[in-house]
C-alpha cells in the first residue's frame, strides 16, 4: 500500500511539474514605451532569456528528473515487494479446541495462549521452515507433519469434508520432533522442498502426484493428553500413526486454508484453473 501511495505522489508531481503555468512564469502584459517608463526598474518585466526565467527552466527540469527517478524506485519497490510475497510467507498454526487447556503453560490467562509460528523461506535447492512454540507446557514432545488436508476450515470450525472423509489428514508427510524446553520461545528449523512443490505420489496403489501444504504437529506421547484430562469420557488414549513408531497421541496443532482452498505453503496459486491448484 505504501508503494501504492508512493506511485501516486510521484505521478501526481510529475503531471504538476509539466503544467506550463508552474514551469514558466506568467506572460507580462505588453506595454507601450511611455507605459513602461513609468514602472520602476525593479518592477519592469524581464526579457526573454533572462537569467531569471533560465533559472526557473533548469530547475523545473530538475524536479521533472528527480520525479521520473522517484517513480522508477517506486516501481522497483513494488517489484521487489512481490518477489518477496512470492518467496517467504509468515502464518500461524490454529490450536485444536479438544486439546487447547493441555497445551497451554498458562491455561486461565487468556492473554498468552498457546501459539505456533510458521516462518517459510524460498531458496534455490530447497527450502527453510522456521517454527518457533510459545506460551506451550515445558516438557511436551510433539511430531510435525506436513499433510494434505486441514481438520478446520478458514475460520476456525471444524470441515465437515474431514468427518467425510473418516477424519482423514490425507496424504501425510513426517518432517520433523518438536521439543518444548521452555514456555517462551522454543524454534525448530528444517531444510527441504515445501514452498509449492512438496509432493508424493505411489503409482502402486494408484496414488497420484499429490501436494502436502497444510503444516501440523501431534503429541508425540497419547498418554499426555490423555492423562492431562483432554479426552473426556475417552476409556483409553486417543492413538495415531503420526510419529516415528506409528503410536502418536491426538493433534495439537494445524494450519488452515488460505481463501483459495489451499494450504499456506502454496505461495503462488493458479487462478485459472479450476479448482485452483498451485504453480510449481
Not at 500500500?1 to 502584459?29: E, F, N, Q, W, Y
Not at 492423562?227 to 488414549?237: R, S
Request: net charge negative; charged share 20%.
Amino acid at each position: 500500500m505504501g508503494v501504492l501511495i508512493l506511485v501516486g505522489v510521484v505521478i501526481d508531481a510529475l503531471a504538476k511539474a509539466r503544467t506550463p503555468g508552474l514551469l514558466h512564469p506568467p506572460s507580462p502584459v505588453v506595454r507601450s514605451v511611455h507605459d513602461t517608463a513609468a514602472i520602476p526598474v525593479e518592477s519592469r518585466p524581464k526579457p526573454s532569456g533572462s537569467l531569471e526565467e533560465c533559472t526557473m527552466t533548469i530547475r523545473s527540469e530538475r524536479s521533472i528528473w528527480l520525479a521520473r527517478a522517484a517513480l522508477v524506485a517506486a516501481f522497483a519497490l513494488a517489484r521487489k515487494g512481490n518477489a518477496q510475497e512470492l518467496d517467504q510467507k509468515r502464518f500461524d498454526l490454529f490450536a485444536d479446541p479438544a486439546v487447547v487447556r493441555c497445551l497451554a503453560a498458562f491455561p486461565d490467562d487468556p492473554s498468552r495462549p498457546p501459539s505456533a509460528t510458521v516462518l517459510v523461506r524460498r531458496g534455490r535447492l530447497n527450502d527453510r521452515l522456521d517454527i518457533q512454540l510459545r506460551n506451550i507446557k515445558p516438557g511436551l514432545d510433539f511430531d510435525m507433519f506436513t499433510v494434505e488436508h486441514s481438520k478446520f476450515l478458514a475460520d476456525g470450525r471444524l470441515d465437515p469434508e474431514f468427518v467425510a472423509r473418516g477424519k482423514s489428514f490425507g496424504l501425510a508427510w513426517y518432517q520433523s520432533d518438536l521439543e518444548v524446553k521452555n514456555d517462551h520461545r522454543n524454534v525448530t528449523t528444517i531444510q527441504t522442498v515445501l514452498i509449492d512443490q512438496i509432493f508424493g505420489f505411489d503409482p502402486v496403489v494408484g496414488l497420484d502426484p499429490t501436494n502436502t501444504f497444510h503444516v501440523g504437529f501431534w503429541f508425540n506421547d497419547p498418554q499426555v493428553p490423555f492423562d492431562l484430562g483432554c479426552e473426556p469420557g475417552a476409556v483409553t488414549p486417543t492413538v495415531t500413526p503420526f510419529n516415528g513408531e506409528h503410536h502418536a497421541g491426538p493433534l495439537a496443532m494445524i494450519s488452515l486454508p488460505e481463501s483459495t482452498g489451499l494450504g499456506p505453503l502454496c505461495l503462488n496459486p493458479d487462478f485459472s484453473s479450476d479448482p485452483i491448484h498451485c504453480n510449481p
